[in-house]
């Protein structure tokens, strides 16, 4: 089976836009998991979504936002951009939520 | 009560020695606990994972020893490989839930 793919794999932008990231989980996995990795913080769970509807959510401020196809694939949207926004954002699927299979991740900078 | 806390943060070890990392975790509702291995680069893979109905698990060199009473589990690296260096990050869960993370241990083995 193909892995998580993510794409971009890397993203500059200024402050104060917005950006859109996109994930393909691994074929039959349903669920479809977001989270921030930068060098402070760690690893941070922003938010996950199970057949097109949002099942947890993290503690990020509302202009992080999700969205699920039917087809399992996965957007994330931030606006306004902030400097502190410059991280690694990573998808994750799994069959059952448990398993998380992570792709490559998006490296977004923003400047 | 959802943190998860990873000892050391840092770790050098020689080649076919033996690495430890902790964690220690506070919400007895976790019943999923995986580690996760990061090249620079990539993202996060699933090394190995246990459930708390058991003690300890075991996959190659790699082994999960689990303590219930103590609320801690770690992971062992066996025979360690300079191709083992790498950032290894613990996580717990409750099912259907978010993986909450450990700050990271990065691991060089040194030949």
């Known amino acids: 089976k193909a892995g998580v793919t993510q794409t971009p794999r890397y993203l500059i932008k200024t402050r104060g836009q917005q950006v859109t990231l996109s994930c393909s989980p691994i074929?039959?996995?349903?669920?479809v998991s977001w989270y921030q990795q930068t060098p402070g913080q760690g690893l941070q769970f922003l938010f996950e979504?199970?057949?097109?509807?949002?099942?947890n959510k993290g503690n990020f401020p509302g202009r992080f936002s999700g969205r699920q196809f039917s087809n399992s694939r996965s957007e994330m949207n931030v606006s306004t951009l902030e400097l502190g926004d410059s991280a690694l954002y990573l998808c994750?699927?799994?069959?059952?939520?448990?398993?998380?299979?992570f792709g490559p991740g998006t490296r977004l900078t923003v400047t | 009560q959802q943190q998860v806390k990873q000892s050391p943060q840092s770790l050098i070890v020689q080649k076919g020695g033996i690495s430890i990392i902790n964690c220690a975790y506070e919400?007895?509702?976790?019943?999923?606990f995986p580690w996760y291995q990061q090249f620079p680069g990539k993202g996060p893979a699933l090394l190995i994972a246990?459930?708390?109905?058991?003690s300890e698990k075991k996959e190659g060199r790699f082994t999960i020893s689990f303590n219930k009473s103590a609320k801690q589990f770690s992971l062992h690296i066996m025979d360690s490989q300079p191709g083992d260096s790498a950032t290894y990050f613990c996580?717990?869960?409750?099912?259907?839930?978010?993986?909450?993370f450990g700050t990271g241990t990065r691991l060089q083995v040194f030949p």
């Open positions: 074929s039959g996995h349903r669920s």
């Open positions: 246990i459930r708390p109905d058991v």
């Open positions: 919400n007895t509702a976790f019943d999923y």
């Open positions: 996580a717990a869960s409750r099912v259907t839930d978010k993986l909450i």
């Open positions: 979504y199970f057949s097109e509807t949002q099942r």
């Open positions: 994750a699927s799994s069959f059952s939520s448990t398993e998380q299979y």
